[in-house]
Each structure stands twice: as C-alpha cells, then as structure tokens.
C-alpha cells in the first residue's frame, strides 16, 4: 500500500522523440505527486509536480498525466533532447511522508 | 544562493567506526530528512525532522541516529558502520507542509564501510 511502482527501468529514446515514463501508487491518501530529475554526481532536483484534482499539468516540454481513478500517473517530454538525460524519480507523498519510485534511467540518443 | 550542503561529499570507513554526516540548509526550512540511494531500490527515507528537537523514524531507520539541535543543521550518524550501510545519503529539506512542496537536496554523500 506504500509503493510507488515505477516502469521502465531504463529508457533509450532517439532525440525529437517522446519519452514516456509511468507510476502507479495504491494508497489514496496520496495528495501531492512531483517528479525528481537526477544527472549524474548531484542530487536530486524538482522538476514538475502535481495535485490529484487536475488531470495534466505541463511546464515547458514535460507534462504530467495523472488518472486519479486508475490510480497512475506519467511523465512525457516531449522533443526528448540529450540534455533530458538523467534519472528520473516519481514519487507521491502526504503530509510529512514522501515514497519515490525506483527510478528510470533515460538516455537520449543524438 | 539557496542550498542543501553535505560534508564530506566521500567517505570511506572501517566496519565499527563511528561517523558523522553533517547537513546544513540556509532556507530556513522546518523540515529536514536523509536518504538512501542504492542501484534498483531509488530513494529510501532514512529519518526526517518537522521542526528543532522533532525527528522521526523513515522507511529504513536501522542502524542510523539522527538529532535536530538547530533549525539550519541535521546530521545523520552512523554510531557503528557495516558494509550493508555502503550506499550514496541525501540530505533534503523543504519548508512548512513536508514532503507536499519541493524538496531541496545536497549533493550527496558516497559512504564505503569496507
């Protein structure tokens, strides 16, 4: 009921392309389902966050998805460039807890 | 220039030996916390902190102590070291609300304890 399930493991998308990468959580009480962007050598870092009472939020070329009732959300960039690769955490969270995905390794090829 | 500082960045102990990994934000945020990242299980929370003189326990809390004497600082210490503590350590803090607005995290910290 804590998980934050989170697919591909890895992802190798050509530059231009759409990279897509899916979360899945069970617990309900989940209110707050922000993306982390990670290179190499730093911390993690926010990149785009949403709440359960909208269905997409878009910044730029990154958009969340998010299906309150199949209980998913997704992260897509859109014109993937070589700079977009990183790791990539979903995490959701409430109050004063916080549970990440495993994480997805994305590389852009050029 | 807003910042989470962790030190040492590398780190490299004996089993047994007594260590310390200092935290400091100058955000004056309430809430502090630690975490593990290790290959295929991504980030764990080690403990966490809302406020001075307030911690609490994460999802993997053995073997760690943690102590929150002043708002900016929150060292995590490892009072007897193994090699399944071997791992890269996060420092985050965020301000009032936790973990439901963003977090700011160091720069790690990559722990061997051979």
């Known amino acids: 009921q804590q998980q934050v399930k989170q697919s591909p493991q890895s992802l190798i998308v050509q530059k231009g392309g759409i990279s897509i990468i899916n979360c899945a959580y069970e617990n309900t009480a989940f209110d707050y389902f922000p993306w982390y962007q990670q290179f190499p050598g730093k911390g993690p870092a926010l990149l785009i966050a949403i709440r359960p009472d909208v269905s997409e939020k878009k910044e730029g070329r990154f958009t969340i998805s998010f299906n309150k009732s199949a209980k998913q959300f997704s992260l897509h960039i859109m014109d993937s460039q070589p700079g977009d690769s990183a790791t990539y955490f979903c995490a959701a969270s409430w109050n004063d807890k916080i549970i990440f995905g495993k994480g997805t390794r994305l590389h852009i090829l050029p | 220039e807003a910042q989470v500082t962790q030190n040492p960045r590398y780190l490299i102990t004996v089993t047994g030996k007594k260590l310390t990994v200092t935290c400091s934000q100058n955000m004056n945020h309430e809430y502090m916390s630690w975490y593990r990242q290790d290959p295929g299980l991504g980030l764990r929370q080690i403990y966490y902190?809302?406020?001075?003189?307030?911690?609490d326990k994460g999802d993997v809390p053995e073997g760690y102590k943690v102590s929150r004497k002043e708002k900016r600082n929150f060292p995590l210490i490892l009072e007897s070291p193994s090699p399944n503590q071997t791992s890269l350590y996060f420092c985050?803090?965020?301000?009032?609300?936790?973990?439901?607005?963003?977090?700011?995290f160091g720069q790690g910290t990559r722990l061997t304890v051979v």
């Open positions: 902190s809302m406020n001075v003189e307030a911690t």
């Open positions: 985050a803090s965020s301000s009032r609300g936790g973990m439901n607005t963003e977090a700011f």
